[in-house]
């Protein structure tokens, strides 16, 4: 079926560590990956893609990587500031064999919290 | 530039009235997409606009609907207002289908 999913639902973490949201999907067809960032009483906001012909896309602090033998995304925001904190989401877009069927696909997202 | 902008902010109504939303996209993009996101479902995909066609629909009744205008504006209708409805509407635009989405601050609908 069609459906990204979080493998944990929380992750707390130390100022200036280094931080890894997980993330699983089940359609294999899928060829583009978003991650986006929720902070409280806001909508998602973009932190970076990746296609699925990358296997790693490096932002600024942030490293998506792809494997998708196993079907899997991470998340890697490094030197973790409070700032960080915020519910992360990744999302999959289904395209649908090449058709117009653009729609994202969300997991339930992994609240990030960062302890000063 | 500014991002997309979604209005109103806050919305209570009561069951069995109808609702319409508005999301205005960013500058110069052509595509809207709607989500509703509960804590319970997460983010789900209602429907996705581009030149004022709706290209693709979530699992949503027919009670959801939406169009697009000729500015790229769009609205989101809900009639028939249940209970269940309550929940944060997301609009998010984007230069064109398959391309990144940026998203507005949403509008916060309560059913009573």
């Known amino acids: 079926g069609e459906s990204v999913g979080l493998h944990l639902p929380t992750l707390s973490v130390q100022e200036g560590d280094n931080s890894i949201i997980n993330c699983a999907y089940s359609?294999?067809?899928?060829?583009?990956f978003i991650w986006y960032k929720q902070e409280s009483g806001k909508g998602p906001q973009f932190i970076i893609d990746i296609r699925s012909n990358m296997d790693k896309r490096q932002g600024q602090r942030v490293t998506v990587l792809l494997n998708k033998t196993v079907k899997h995304l991470s998340l890697q925001i490094a030197a973790t500031q409070p700032g960080d904190s915020a519910v992360y989401f990744c999302a999959e877009d289904l395209r649908g064999g090449g058709g117009s069927n653009y729609k994202l696909t969300f997991g339930k997202g992994t609240l990030l919290t960062v302890n000063p | 530039k500014a991002g997309v902008t979604q209005t109103p902010r806050y919305l209570i109504k009561t069951r069995g009235q109808q609702v319409t939303l508005s999301c205005s996209p960013i500058?110069?993009?052509?595509?809207v997409s709607w989500y509703q996101q509960t804590p319970g479902q997460g983010l789900q995909f209602l429907f996705e606009?581009?030149?004022?066609?709706?290209?693709n629909k979530g699992n949503f009744p027919g009670r959801f609907s939406g169009r697009q205008f000729s500015n790229s504006r769009s609205e989101m209708n809900v009639s028939t207002l249940e209970l269940g409805d309550s929940a944060l509407y997301l609009c998010a635009s984007s230069l064109g289908q398959g391309m990144i989405q940026y998203f507005g601050a949403g509008t916060r609908l309560s059913v009573l």
């Open positions: 606009y581009f030149s004022e066609t709706q290209r």
């Open positions: 359609n294999s067809a899928s060829d583009y």
């Open positions: 500058s110069g993009h052509r595509s």
